[in-house]
């Protein structure tokens, strides 16, 4: 009830003040009021006529009161509006809100008594009971129509008071507390004397049912749980509920563009209330205005203001002032500008990094391995949003599939704020892939051509294959000494053993041709003993020419030899021939002939037992190695002049092979440790090549004589540069066993190595001309499978054609073997 | 002893500044100087050691002063002084002088800071990506009163993407397209620069609420003029009007890029008609085609003579007025027609305006009939993409030779598409772009994405139709040879077209091949798309089995290319060469 009073005070205070304005005004209105009163009191005589004999009528009766009800109301509020409408400009502020309660306050119970209220609040209290009684009647519980005779008494308005409601009897003042706090009591709350208002018994469902059946209110019927009474609501009043639900006006007499009459002026008034006449500042011209005017016309002749009318349309169109694109780099390259890569503020430049293109996953249907897992699936979830990449790779059936990216917006904030927030700094970083560290070797398929595969297979040999020397020439023929003490002479395309000397029992350790094309004389290391025959090769005449040499040899070099016998070389002894003995003791060799019978020749007896030999290029000298022959292991030979001599006096080291410079007077000498190069012109040490861990066991010089290859018992195969360093220029490591040989091509770029676990090994070894380039070397192919390895011995040798890029290679397994390209 | 130096005067405390100070020196705003900075580009810098803390923001004196120089910053403050006048004259109710006064608003360009930020035009070209995604998603955005989005920024996005994209069309330039869940990669090779740009999928996108929309807008707004003038020097490049005329029927029509195609593609698609028409008559040998462009050809030696008399008429007008009632006529004749040929199809060149005022002189039949010309020649592709083998019979029976050529190059040369010929450098990869798909005709779905399809299709030579306005050809036109669906089945199929998914489309520009339509076709679960971005290999060295699948059919159109370029080489030569080629061919 409090509520209700609230909310209802300012309607009061309201009226008050409009009984004042009443009071001012003078009878015209009062005069109206009473009209209406009297109108009032005939509806309601009327009414109550209707009801007397709406008793006995039926429905369509009760249509008709309901329709004379609506036309009392309806005329009713057309005329308070009319007078509150009229009294509006005297009112202040509240009156509209007051004016406006009943279309605003029409929830439950209440509404249509409010209605009446509002129709009588404007009224002058002398209208009051004419008008309480309407509004009673038109207020509910009402249904007078019905025959509830006793509502009827209760219904005489008193006309004492203002207010409808409190009129009605049996009501409850209990005020807006929550109803189930009387649920379970009898009563349902006070009356306004503070007697309990007892709760009426409720239809059971059967006659709840009954009623609705009988009774044509049923429907219409509602109920009131704050009073405990049931209301049925009249037509009009459902049509007020639809025209509410719908937004309209409760009431359809109500027009809210009624025309505006002006209080004052519609009617001319014999005594007006201000009747002043008009004051001249109404007619004369402002000065303030004036003041505005000059103000302007300055304005505009300055050209603060212009008048001429502006295209632009609107003020914050960005675009609008931004002229028409233009030719804005018509000089492009020439404009003058902060330099190539700097920024307007002359600093550098830097770019801000692209993001990252997208690859396969990020596809909307990428490939079936780049889905992930469910365990990658529940890891990702698991992760925290920010640790997580923002999406995993997802597949779509089908492109109409795809949702839009709802972190598109997202990601391009991102990447405007990393634009103008993130410092730029450029670093110089090196991104080094494995693959770039490796070198970019040429593919050996582009350094053809080299030995590859097996060709022919010499055979003959009964023990291993020591040492082979194709001829130096054209390669037609191929010299092999062997440990069953035999030298044997192949045809190279045919595979025919051409000729066999058995030179002893002892095995052959180092066979050779003399490179002097006119001799075509072989050369052999069996024991202690070097013999050179004729190898009855080679052109015309060539075989008695050598016979002829190796005898002029053998009878010019006996008085030489005894000639020359010198303290430093000792020489063969002139009674050589007296039988074959060693050397005596201070004799370095014995040169003498070889008997016919055994196949001619020459012999050289040296008093240790030679390992090897190596002829210099022109033909006349050679050197033979004896390991441990101590001062006496190289001795150099002269085959024209039939004499020997020891280049040095003592050998640091053991020395184990040696060779000739092919076109220098130098002398390459290998002990176990080093390589010292002697100048023979200057009878000097020239260099020194420091050798690796290992014992050296063979040594090739290139043919260009600037480089050399050493193989040592440490595996390792060195390539030495001697214009480069003292020290490998490479060390290569790829045999599983220690190299037994290894051996340039005289033409080709080509050398190869041949070790003890049974492979030879070919190279390209390119050499450049200009100093600057380092040689190339690049291995190309390695020979297996040829040569089995017999007693932990493999392929003992391997020599080059001297011509075709063809490789022979001697194994222990007393074969030899051709391998072209 | 030396002078005592003072803390801060010289090293990195000098040169370099933290934010605040610099705000401070340059008496702005936090967002008055993130809008200038953003606008002039300029970036923290990372200094070597930090006087400050390491927590802090740096940037370089120079860069600081590089702003306070900026006239930009002085209109800002007169911007902000204007705003303060307007926002007074509002709350003493003088909305008279407010509304003058909003009118006054000072305004600011920033040309200046493109040419500054770009001296040269590939510089510009480099900085590109970033700009065009941006303008791109703004194309698609609503104009959102809440974020303050405003509908002219949206519609002046739209209006520089399509611009870019029918440059890119125009040109032949795009390379790459790749479908991710992001969006659309496209990249282009623009004057020898890649760019690479991103497009949303064209789905409305929900604006999210943490996202400072005023930092997007004022990257959109210097990007928005930098697209501008980019795009009007490509257009200059190519000798085309820019603004070009965008078509307001189409672009109501939602046809899009069709709608300023159709402005600066005039001059393309002639040419590209009159080629089409030689590479038919070539080929097939047809009569009609050839008819069609002896027409055409005639119609252009009377136009031209019509407009040489003309000249000649204009000369002897100078002289006396004897023609002139003559001449007269004529003007009033092509002015007529002027006045009738609708305003799209006045096209970017001086020149082309002639060669339109030429076809105007002939009448609307004619560049109908033009049309026409096209469309059959179109038709008749199809038919020959259709009807393969019948074409190679043809071929036989001109060539005995040809017989030779093996089942596998016929796939080959049929993988190779429209860049098959002898004007077609197999080594030429924009030759190859632009002519991928020559001769095709493509329906596009109503529930395919229009605008990428458009792009792709068009930029690599063939002819996108679709439903509703604008569109060349209808649904049920036969020149149609591809039809683009993305449903689940398929009802009513024209026998005489291939029916492909959208990603078919995708991967044959991709691969620069056209792929086999079945593993494509409607309702099954295409291969996977690949990204053009990898190459042979991913970062991890592994390569899809897809990959190595479209490897051997790219090998087969290369094969097929070279065949096809060498055989224009040598044609005259005999039929031999035909078999050396295979061989050749057979050997690679």
Redesign the interface.
Known sequence: MSKRNAKREPVKEVDSDIEDELEELDLDGDASSDDADSDVDADGDEDGDEEETGTTSDAGEDDEIEDAMLELMAAQAERAQRKAAARMPNSEGDEPGARRQPSTRTTGKSRMATAAEAVAEPDADVAVAGAKEAATVAAGEAEDADEDEEDEEGRIPDPGSDSSEDERPNRNTVGAVPLEWYKDEEHIGYDIDGRRIARTARKDKLQQLLDRNDSKKALRTIYDPYNDEEISLTKEELAMVMRIRNGQFPHLEVNPYEPYNDYFTREREVMPIVDRPEPKSRFVPSKWEEKKIVKLVRAIRKGW?KIEP?V?Q????????????????AD??T?E??GPGK?????TY???P??Q????A????????YLPTEEEVAAWQMADAEDRPR?LP?SF????A?????D??????E???D???????RRKRLDIKPEALVPQLPKPRDLQPFPTTLAVSYEGHEGPVTSIAPDPWDGQWLLSGGQDGTVRLWEVRTGRCWRTWQLGAGPVAAVAWCPNPALRVISAVVGSCVVMMASGTGPEGAEGEAEQALQAATTSGREDAAAAAGPAMGTDGSDAAVDDGAPEAGQLAVWRPRPAAMGGGLEVRLRFPVKSLSWHSRGDYFASVAPTGNTQAVVVHQLSRRVSQNPFRKNRGRVMRVAFHPSKPFFFVATQNHVRVYNLAKQALAKKLLGGGGSISCIAVHPSGDHVLVGSDDKRVAWYDMDLSTKPYKALRYHQQAPRSVSYHRSYPLFASSSDDGTVQVFHGMVYSDLLTNPLIVPVKILKGGHSVVRSEGVLDCAFHPNQPWIFTAGADAKILLYCN | MGKKLKKGKAGNAAQYMTRTQAIRKLQLRLSEFRRLSILKGVHPREPKKKPKGANKTYYHTKDINWLAHEPLLNTFRNIKAHEKKVRRARAKQNAELAKRLKQLKPTYRLDHLVKERYPSFIDALRDLDDALTLNHLFATLPAESKYGIPPKVVHTSRRLALEWQAYVVRSGALRRVFVSVKGYYFQAEVLGQSVTWLVPHALSQVLPTDVDYRVMLTFLEFYNTLLQFVNFKLYHVLGLRYPPLLDARLEAAAAELAAIMKDIAGVRDVSEGDRALGGKAVTEGALECAAANEMEMKARIESLQSRLREIVGAAVEAGGEGTASDKDNENKGSSELEEDEPPVLDSGTDDDDEDDDDDDGLGKGEYLSKLDAVARSGGRTSTSAMLWDDDEDNDDDENPAAGHVAGDLDAGSRAAGGALGPDVDPSDEAALCRNLFRGLVFFLGREVPREPLMLVIRAFGGVAAWDGEGSSHDEASEAITHQVVDRPSQGHRFLSREYVQPQWVFDSANFRVLMGTDLYAPGQVPPPHLSPFVGEVDDDGYTPEFAKTVRRLQDAARAARTRAAGLALKGADGSEFVGEGAEVDGAE
Request: net charge positive; glycine share 6%.
């Open positions: 203001i502006r632009r609107d003020p914050d169109d960005p675009d609008a002032h931004q002229p028409p694109a233009y030719l804005l780099w492009d390259g404009a500008g902060a920024s307007g503020s002359g600093l830097i770019p801000a692209k993001p293109l997208p690859a396969h990020d596809s909307y249907n990428p490939p079936a391995e999406q997802t059936p089908s492109l109409r795809v949702p839009a990216y709802k598109f917006i997202k990601e391009r904030f990447r405007c704020l634009l103008y927030l993130c410092p730029r700094i």
